[in-house]
């Protein structure tokens, strides 16, 4: 009898299993690590429909029992343990990334290329993805807790974000409102309705990708022994190749 099962689910689907508990991490994982780059890199592939990789997990109950801990950001009064359904063991950093930037109000607590601790916000140029796909890598920017973007050693503001009447004029979408922006759509139809017409072709080229992404998932199922689980976890995160 096969000990897993593979599948597709929905991105959507799984961030809200993360915030509400469902999907925890078993507490042998190793922290969250994942710095700005990487986290820029995710989001422009799979607005460009690239593979990321396929995420694997397990059935929680049976005999492989282990501690578990939300993922970094959740509530934990909102993820007991009565909810579990699934622990991940490989694909930490990518649902823990996407659940940051996707489905918090907050910023995101990063690094940079240096390991400094950094709090981003991350917004999408809109004018500048419409120009071309090949322009993404450009077009999806992250800036400090202010939103503001300055330069000339910090004397001259290049960009400010700071307010959603901000964002409407500067026509900057912001990433955790990519899968529910109707607020953010009627803000900028009263600022200015003459923008929304091309913004609504920015939500069915760039949007609706992040919306329809579909992740491959390996489910391991409950009745692997805990010794099978270790062994599957050791070789994913010893044989993985780094995200490019």
Known sequence: MSTFDSTKTRLATLLGDIVTG?????DFQRGWV???EHIRSLLVSIARSFPVGAIMLLEFGGDAKFKVRPVEGVDPTKATPNKLEKLILDGQQRLTSLTQVLMFKEPVETRDSKKKLLKRYYYIDIELALSGKE???SAIISLDPDRILRENFGRD???DL???EQEYRNFFFPCNQILNSDAWEEGLNNYDPSKF???MKFRGQVLNEFRSYDLPIIELNRANSKEAVCLVFEKVNTGGEPLT
């Not at 469902?22 to 078993?26: D, E, R, S």
Request: proline share 10%.
């Open 22 to 26: 469902k999907i925890q991490l078993p």
């Open 135 to 137: 322009n993404y890598e």
């Open 197 to 199: 017409g091309l913004y």
């Open 34 to 36: 994942w710095d700005d």
């Open 157 to 159: 503001i290049k960009l």
């Open 162 to 164: 700071s307010t959603p």
